[in-house]
């Protein structure tokens, strides 16, 4: 699989997406509970 093709980029679009969204809930859970005073 070549990452130029259209199939390479979307694959390397998913997986930023999906780490997008871990880290989103990561720091969801940071703010609203580790920071809590």
Known sequence: M???SSEGW???LRW???LA???WIGI???FNFVQTP
């Open 2 to 4: 070549a990452l130029a």
């Open 10 to 12: 979307l694959f390397l």
């Open 16 to 18: 930023i997406h999906f």
């Open 21 to 23: 969204g871990i880290t």
């Open 28 to 30: 969801l859970y940071y």
